[in-house]
């Protein structure tokens, strides 16, 4: 089946810039020590630009909003089955901003952590698992 190329390519840049968060994440994690508070965010951002993706291939607007809650109810409402795992990747929302301000606590704790990166190989997974293989990056 032919789909539309313009289309192809959007959700495809999405997954592309999903990627990159995953990656980020993973050298955080490597890094000695671990920089845990920019792994979370990556994580953070890898789920919101995965749904935003989902979203994108099935023409639904999603607005201008990085709260998972929101995006991951949407996606959801295109393919229910997404919807325990969405619920999930909700609490990642906070990671958009805790830990990346003076006055916060200062990084999460390791196995926080690495529950966010799981939590995030395994959403951006099963929304790309959900797409055609031409949208794959």
Do not use: I
Request: net charge negative; charged share 30%; aromatic share 8%.
């Amino acid at each position: 089946m032919q789909h539309d190329p313009v289309l192809v390519q959007d959700t495809r840049a999405w997954f592309r810039k999903v990627a990159v968060d995953l990656r980020s994440a993973e050298a955080a994690l490597a890094a000695d020590p671990p920089v845990l508070e920019d792994l979370v965010f990556h994580c953070q951002q890898a789920a919101e630009k995965a749904m935003k993706g989902f979203l994108t291939w099935h023409q639904r607007d999603f607005g201008k909003t990085h709260d998972l809650r929101e995006l991951g109810r949407a996606c959801a409402q295109v393919d229910e089955v997404l919807g325990p795992l969405m619920e999930r990747a909700m609490p990642l929302t906070r990671y958009a901003w805790r830990f990346r301000y003076p006055g916060d606590p200062e990084e999460p704790s390791d196995e926080e952590a690495r529950q966010a990166l799981a939590v995030a190989r395994e959403a951006t997974g099963a929304l790309l698992d959900r797409l055609p293989g031409d949208v794959r990056p």
